[in-house]
């Protein structure tokens, strides 16, 4: 599985932008994907997971954690191979490279991963 981070760019605090991630190869519809984030100095954080039809939760089931729940989005459109993050009121410290990711289920490591795209919330 091939994956294509795009989207990033610099917003002010408030502003919302939509993160896409063109996958390509293999049963798409069977994988989970996620995105994680990396800001300079910190740990990669997992800040969204969809799962497919492989996993255990249930496909088109979502997972957040508590610093982007009710400000970010995933969704997936299987008939494009693209995966999505909806980004509003960003904040900050929301700045990190933003990479998607791809798996068997949300909750474990991922298998592939593509490369980052870049976010900044400045004012």
């Known amino acids: 599985v091939q994956l294509q981070a795009s989207g990033g760019g610099l917003v002010q605090p408030g502003d919302s932008l939509r993160l896409s991630c063109a996958a390509s190869g293999g049963d798409l519809s069977y994988y989970a994907f996620g995105w994680s984030r990396q800001a300079p100095g910190k740990e990669r954080e997992g800040i969204a997971c969809?799962?497919?039809?492989?996993?255990?939760?249930?496909?088109?089931?979502?997972h957040y954690p508590d610093s982007v729940k009710g400000r970010f989005t995933i969704s997936r459109d299987d008939a494009k191979n693209t995966v999505y993050l909806q980004m509003n009121s960003l904040k900050p410290e929301d700045t990190a490279d933003y990479y998607c990711a791809a798996g068997a289920a949300c909750g474990v490591e991922p298998h592939y991963w593509g490369q980052g795209t870049q976010v900044t919330v400045s004012s």
């Open positions: 969809i799962a497919g039809r492989g996993g255990n939760t249930g496909r088109g089931n979502t």
